[in-house]
């Protein structure tokens, strides 16, 4: 059965979507099933892997709201062995449309229930807030990767986010652990950086990765290519990073 | 009366909150009694302006959910001549309670009317999402002022939020205009900055703000203290951009 994971923070520009689909893609890469579900409005994990969202025929809008099966929207991508479930514009309208649907936070899970058998591995990119798209997908998961940004701002954000996780627990989904927290676009010439990195590993010990992503400019070009880091600058010092947390994941999940 | 402008964007961590505060903060040096209004449940530009936010009493929640006056909530900051109404977590809740409400889009520009005689200037910082908060700020807003991220996924969302304005436009707020982009981080050091802000310009011509903010460390040391930048470290490059920035706004409110 498929390990699912989802990828969450509200606050804006940490790195979630580059941070889903450049893991999905070494996941891939060593050989586990994997399969990438892009569930924010903005689509950037679709595109940041090269779905031309303006070509589709169905996206995640049309599982979750009109109930079409997975399998008819799954979409394989230039990585062999990672498949995407992407998402277009046209889910902005779920979160106004779900609030007042019959199993409004379960839909995502029971979406993905019949294809979890057919991968190892399913990353769940999440938009920057805490409606009703992310709780489908803190419901659908088994654990959480948390990406921090260097940032002061990045901080404040956890609080919050911990209580949400929290109050899924115990009404939504008893099983949700905390996979880990990711730090990202590190800069080892600020001090800022080194002290946030400190601050999160004071308050959450060994949740926090190994891996620290450096910020690194072959990241952000990547998607204007629709490649992801795999593919575009392997060597780079961002792709070996992301190449080292697919590795941490595969190890968290083999300590269990 | 009061310009009111809303700083804009679903995109997130694109300089929303940094833009707002600071383009506030130098707004008032310059003499304007300015307002700036937080509508983002992680309150980023409250605490990065020094609020307290567990010692508050009232926040936005209370105005826009409880119709508590707004003079009520409006708090003095560490600037002369700037207020800020705060925002706390209590607000994340309004998404969801707004959605059945009665003249849900038109909440805030019903509780900042009565203040509008007190100020020159009104600043909105949004949160990273096109939700019913946003939509009420566009409502409210005479202009809007969109930050721009030099990199490649900031001008992917910008279609969308184009399209959600021209909707606004048409039904709810016919006389909103967009006041600028502006174009944040840029990184001098790198060719995707530069080919962003060409794109952008291609596109949007006179639109686009002259002043582009550099990326520049000392913009996110600054909120760790509770300050603008104009306090933090007001000879910085970050802070010489913003200075620039709300000379311009105030150029162009002269022009019309
Ligand atoms: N390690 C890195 N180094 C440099 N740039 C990065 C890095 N990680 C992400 N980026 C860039 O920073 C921006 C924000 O990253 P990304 O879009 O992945 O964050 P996000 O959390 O998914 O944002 P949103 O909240 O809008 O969904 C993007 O332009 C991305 O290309
Ligand atoms: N010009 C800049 N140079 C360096 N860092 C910056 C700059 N502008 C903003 N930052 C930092 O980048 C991060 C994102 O900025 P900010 O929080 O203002 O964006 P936002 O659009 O308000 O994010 P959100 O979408 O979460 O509301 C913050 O940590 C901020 O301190
Ligand atoms: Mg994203
Ligand atoms: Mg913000």
Redesign the interface.
Known sequence: MARVIAVVN?????GK?TTALNVSAYMASFGKRTLLVDTD????AS??IGIEKDALKYSIYDSIIDEVPLTSVIQKTIIPGLDIVPAT?KL?GA??EL??ALSRETRLAACLEPVLGDYDFVFIDC?????LLTINALVAANSLLIPV?C???AL??LR?LL?TIELVRRHLNRSLVIEGFLMTMH?SR?N?SQQVVEDVKNHYGSKVFRTVIPRN?TL??A??FGLPIIRYDPKSRGALAYEELAKEVLERGEEK
């Open positions: 509200q606050k804006g520009g940490v979507s409005p903005q689509g950037n595109s940041g514009l902005a979160e106004v609030v007042s938009p920057p807030s805490l409606g940004q940032e002061y701002y404040e954000g919050q209580d800069d600020t800022l400019v952000s070009e998607p204007s």
